[in-house]
T-cell receptor, first 112, second 114 residues
Framework: GNSVTQMEGPVTLSEEAFLTINCTYT??????LFWYVQYPGEGLQLLLK?????DKGSNKGFEATYRKETTSFHLEKGSVQVSDSAVYFC???????????FGKGTMLLVSP | NAGVTQTPKFQVLKTGQSMTLQCAQD?????MYWYRQDPGMGLRLIYY???????DKGEVPNGYNVSRLNKREFSLRLESAAPSQTSVYFC?????????????FGPGTRLTVL
């Protein structure tokens, strides 16, 4: 079946540091890949997505590239801010499916 | 445009009590979903409705029932609550098969079963 594995947190960074959150997946064919963000006390919001191999999703300074050869979709940001502190979820939608499979989430804590 | 709304925001139940979580969306989406979120477990799908009039089980359906009341509304019912159902419940909707096929989430319902 489909599965998503992402690095455990919390990830603790200082403001302006470089961020990488690793995400790998298992699925047949070419699934669609997503990053969602959850701020404290809120629901999930779509951060970015990619629907085919080598696509790069980007939003608010965050980027992730769909790598079929390594089955990965790592999230990166060049310079994090305190306001980026949140939980980040990697997810996939398998070919022919309408539902999402989520990773367990990675908490990011950014200090001034 | 309110997006996805959920009621109530918080609820405390005693073991054995029943309740219904309400969800509504105003984006004219075809598909709706119920998830639960537990620490260290990510989000797990309870039930979903691909279109009005259809419902299907997800990963963790036991102890729950759902009703797709109309295109806008999708409710989740706990018939006899158990402490293991203490969780945060999220409703989501999407327009599957379109160029904007993305799941939009509500703010969540925090449920505690004593």
């Amino acid at each position: 079946g489909n599965s998503v594995t992402q690095m455990e947190g919390p990830v603790t960074l200082s403001e302006e540091a470089f961020l990488t959150i690793n995400c790998t997946y298992t699925a047949t064919g070419y699934p669609s890949l997503f990053w969602y963000v959850q701020y404290p006390g809120e629901g999930l919001q779509l951060l970015l997505k990619a629907t085919k191999a080598d696509d790069k999703g980007s939003n608010k300074g965050f980027e992730a590239t769909y790598r079929k050869e390594t089955t990965s979709f790592h999230l990166e940001k060049g310079s994090v801010q305190v306001s980026d502190s949140a939980v980040y979820f990697c997810a996939l939608r398998g070919v022919g499916y309408s539902t999402l499979t989520f990773g367990k989430g990675t908490m990011l804590l950014v200090s001034p | 445009n309110a997006g996805v709304t959920q009621t109530p925001k918080f609820q405390v139940l005693k073991t054995g009590q029943s309740m219904t979580l309400q969800c509504a969306q105003d984006m004219n989406h075809n598909s709706m979903y119920w998830y639960r979120q537990d620490p260290g477990m990510g989000l797990r799908l309870i039930y979903y409705s691909a279109s009005e009039g259809t419902t299907d089980k997800g990963e963790v359906p036991n102890g729950y029932n759902v009703s797709r009341l109309n295109k806008r509304e999708f409710s989740l019912r706990l018939e006899s609550a158990a402490p293991s159902q203490t969780s945060v419940y999220f409703c989501a909707s999407s327009d599957v098969g379109t160029s904007t096929d993305t799941q939009y989430f509500g703010p969540g319902t925090r449920l505690t079963v004593l």
